[in-house]
């Protein structure tokens, strides 16, 4: 298995985690600021690694380099993550595997429409295979309250993984060439600012009850605080040395295994129900991981 393979499940592995821990905290903070409380603790451990590792500023970044990763921060993180944040108050962990099967075909499109890359046979019965396997596994919960939160939960979380897509895919040559960490931590930076300015304009006079809610509220720590470290820290590495190593549609395939890990997490930690339907998709979404790992990386 190639170094982008484990990269890449890794990534799923530490997101489903961090959508667990999202989905409690979700109960008490608002999607806005339960963002912007998380971008800012991957931040802080993007920086603590950075000085660890002596890692210097990127060099022979231009104006337009800056820009590029300025776009992607807010369409990326700014405002998809937010998106997910709200989906997963509308859909709860088990039902957004649903919308989350949108995340694969939208990396491959993408990356067909950019760059021109086009997946193997064997790695497209495997990705068929995937997201087939979410279809079936996803299933309505009782935690939906209406038809209207359904659909609008369906609607924002695959509207996120588009937008993630065409984020991450924008600067994924600066990732080849420079620091994946500080790389990140430039985009999470621009991500807190932005949305940190938008307040201030929209509302100066509400931080506290709005932006900022999650880091007045000490009783949701010992949850948003391991959230930010799985999530936007270990998870977001993982993804984008991911990109960095393995064509987008590849590395999209694995990804896809969040919404199976998501749905087996949900099942121990949240005491949701692991349907024979459920068993199905997992099986299924495991076997197309496979036929993606079996085939030759190029």
């Not at 957004?96 to 099967?101: E, H, I, K, P």
């Not at 620091?179 to 300015?197: K, N, Q």
């Not at 997490?265 to 079996?294: C, D, H």
Request: with cysteine; glycine share 8%.
């Amino acid at each position: 298995m190639h170094t982008g393979d484990i990269y890449a499940i890794g990534s799923a592995f530490f997101w489903s985690f961090s959508i667990i821990l999202m989905r409690v905290a979700g109960l008490k903070v608002d999607p806005l600021p339960l963002n912007f409380f998380k971008i800012c603790i991957g931040l802080a451990c993007l920086i603590i690694l950075a000085a660890y590792n002596r890692e210097g500023w990127p060099e022979n970044l231009d104006t337009y380099a800056y820009f590029r990763l300025g776009i992607s921060a807010v369409i990326g993180i700014s405002i998809a993550d937010t998106m997910i944040a709200a989906a997963l108050n509308r859909l709860g962990a088990s039902m957004q595997a649903l919308a989350d099967c949108a995340y694969s075909p939208a990396i491959i499109l993408v990356g067909y429409l950019m760059f021109g890359e086009v997946l193997a046979p064997l790695e497209l019965i495997g990705g068929a295979l995937v997201v087939s396997g979410v279809f079936v596994g996803a299933s309505m919960t009782s935690e939906i309250k209406n038809k209207r939160d359904l659909w609008t939960g369906i609607i924002l979380a695959a509207s996120a993984h588009i937008l993630m897509a065409i984020g991450i895919l924008m600067v994924r040559d600066l990732y080849r060439e420079q620091s994946i960490v500080w790389l990140t931590g430039v985009r999470f930076l621009i991500a807190a600012l932005i949305m940190l300015i938008w307040a201030l304009l929209r509302s100066p006079g509400t931080l506290r009850t709005g932006l900022l809610a999650g880091f007045y509220r000490p009783d949701t720590w010992k949850t948003m605080i391991p959230m930010g470290i799985t999530g936007p820290f270990l998870a977001s590495l993982c993804w984008i040395a991911g990109f960095k190593y393995l064509p987008a549609g590849r590395a999209a395939i694995y990804n896809q295994l969040s919404t199976v890990f998501v749905i087996l997490m949900a099942y121990v930690f949240l005491k949701e129900r692991f349907t024979p339907r459920r068993a199905i998709g997992t099986t299924l979404a495991i076997a197309g991981s496979l036929a993606v790992a079996l085939t030759k990386s190029h």
